[in-house]
């Protein structure tokens, strides 16, 4: 087993160098989202709009470095504040709909890379990967005590 969890250790950190380098943003390409707003865009896309305190809680970051977040992101047009839709206290950031058009296109974009990378692989291949990764990143959750919402 020792042998095998250093392989994936270095496969890890090769699949993680890969996605720092194909991430949304990091080519400098105009309007593309870096990628801490879109896996916030993709989270509030995914559960809706969300408070600093449930932002907290969802990504484990401090309240510093959440509002730097949010407010270059209300800067962008790609999320707003809103009043709790179920009538809490807090505000909340919901995304706009220039920031889902924006996720959206960085998605298709991040797609295509997907589709180029596994276009000789067998439709089963790649379903064992979205599998496998999927079972990684719930252990890593179950650890961390911060599950993604999955659809």
């Not at 390409?29 to 449930?54: C, F, K, V």
Request: hydrophobic share 35%; charged share 35%; glycine share 6%.
């Amino acid at each position: 087993m020792d042998d095998a969890t250093r392989r994936a250790e270095f496969e890890v950190m090769l699949l993680s160098r890969h996605a720092i380098l194909s991430s949304p943003g990091s080519r400098g390409l105009g309007n593309r989202l870096d990628r801490s707003a879109y896996i916030l865009l993709t989270r509030l896309d995914t559960e809706g709009p969300m408070s600093i305190p449930q932002l907290q809680d969802a990504f484990g970051l401090d309240a510093s470095t959440l509002n730097r977040q949010t407010t270059a992101m209300l800067r962008a047009g790609i999320v707003d504040r809103i009043p709790d839709p179920d009538g809490g206290i807090a505000r909340k950031f919901r995304i706009t709909e220039e920031g889902k058009a924006r996720l959206d296109a960085d998605r298709d974009e991040m797609l295509t890379a997907l589709r180029k990378i596994v276009r000789d692989w067998t439709e089963q291949e790649v379903d064992d990967l979205a599998a496998t990764l999927r079972r990684f990143n719930e252990s890593v959750e179950r650890i961390d005590g911060r599950p993604w919402p999955r659809d």
